[in-house]
């Protein structure tokens, strides 16, 4: 049985997908915390699990599809449509009695998915509401990195491009979002290489007693879980063409959340982030602005694509006619629209 609200613990975990949230949750489930079941099953893009709630991600997935924003969504106004929607008073009452039916259970839960950082606020909320304060732990991975990651294992229906934008919006306003609550910023990189100094860290910022207390059985359990092999990741661009606006957005960003991980910010950081945040807002207007023909083009059903939503293999084919140099920079419905317009050409697209 759950005990007083004063006495439990709700930690959330933030940050974009593929920058190590599913590590960080796995360690703390191996150290205590309550992972809501069912949980959703590993499969070969985390073979050793998620340590995500797949009621949360059910949850969190029909809210942004009524929202109509994708995961990785790098529009401003998308943080205005999912606050729109967490407001919903039937919205705000399931979240709340989920919660306080897992609080009957279980006293320390930890609640992760890529999704959450759309919905913190509302996640605040409800726990608020059941008297819990919760604390969130944001984890970093360098944007080159994540999106690296994400063409290996989620292919190519995103662009780098707008995988770099998604970057930097969710990592500016994830921050925001996080401010006035208790918070940690955990590089995934310091997992990997020490996890005991790096969640021993959050232990005592947060005041976790699961992660003070944790039994040694515990400790060499997650020993067996982490595997140092995963650091791998690439620190800089490489051959990545990043428009250089974008790109020196990502690197400012990455500079000053990584000042706030290591707890030596100075005190004008939050202050440059809110004005990064407004820059990147702009920036993201002016690209509108320049592909206003194309989105208004878009506007009707795209081409190639039949009425269930799905790409028709011919337009697939013409999509690969682009050289291959472009294709990890350019999204696939955009591709299917340039090869269609280079159709007619009789000189052979090289391959």
């Excluded at 629209?337 to 000189?347: E, K």
Aim: net charge positive.
């Amino acid at each position: 049985m759950g005990s007083a609200p004063s006495q439990r613990s709700l930690v959330v975990v933030a940050g974009s997908g593929r920058s190590g949230t599913s590590l960080f949750s796995g360690i703390l489930q191996r150290l205590g915390y309550h992972v809501p079941q069912p949980e959703v099953p590993a499969d070969a893009t985390n073979p050793r699990g998620f340590a995500e709630s797949q009621w949360v991600v059910d949850f969190h997935s029909r809210l942004l599809k009524t929202a109509r924003v994708q995961v990785s969504d790098a529009r401003p106004t998308a943080w205005a449509l999912c606050a729109e929607v967490s407001m919903e008073d039937t919205v705000r009452r399931e979240l709340r009695d989920w919660l306080e039916g897992q609080f009957r259970e279980h006293d320390d839960l930890i609640i992760k998915d890529p999704r959450l950082s759309w919905f913190l606020p509302l996640w605040r909320a409800c726990a608020q509401d059941l008297g819990v304060s919760p604390c969130f732990v944001t984890m970093l991975r360098h944007p080159a990195a994540v999106i690296d990651s994400k063409q290996r294992w989620y292919g190519e229906w995103q662009g780098n491009v707008a995988r770099a934008a998604g970057w930097v919006h969710q990592t500016l306003f994830t921050e925001r979002a996080t401010r006035e609550s208790p918070r940690a910023f955990v590089h995934y990189e310091d997992l990997l290489r020490d996890w005991t100094s790096a969640v021993g860290n959050v232990g005592e910022a947060l005041d976790l007693a699961k992660v003070r207390d944790a039994p040694v059985a515990a400790m060499r359990d997650v020993h067996g879980f982490v595997d140092p092999s995963l650091a791998r990741s690439r620190t800089d661009w490489g051959d990545l063409n990043i428009p250089t606006a974008l790109r020196a957005q990502a690197d400012e960003a990455w500079a000053l959340v990584s000042a706030l991980a290591a707890g030596d910010a100075p005190d004008p950081t939050t202050k440059r982030l809110d004005e990064l945040r407004t820059e990147y807002v702009d920036l993201y207007a002016e690209a509108e602005a320049i592909a206003q023909s194309s989105i208004a083009a878009a506007r009707g059903r795209g081409a190639g694509v039949g009425a269930n939503g799905k790409v028709k293999a011919p337009a697939l084919r013409l999509a690969r006619r682009m050289p291959r140099r472009y294709r990890h920079a350019v999204p696939l419905q955009w591709r299917i629209r340039i090869a269609r317009a280079l159709r007619g050409t009789p000189a052979r697209t090289p391959r």
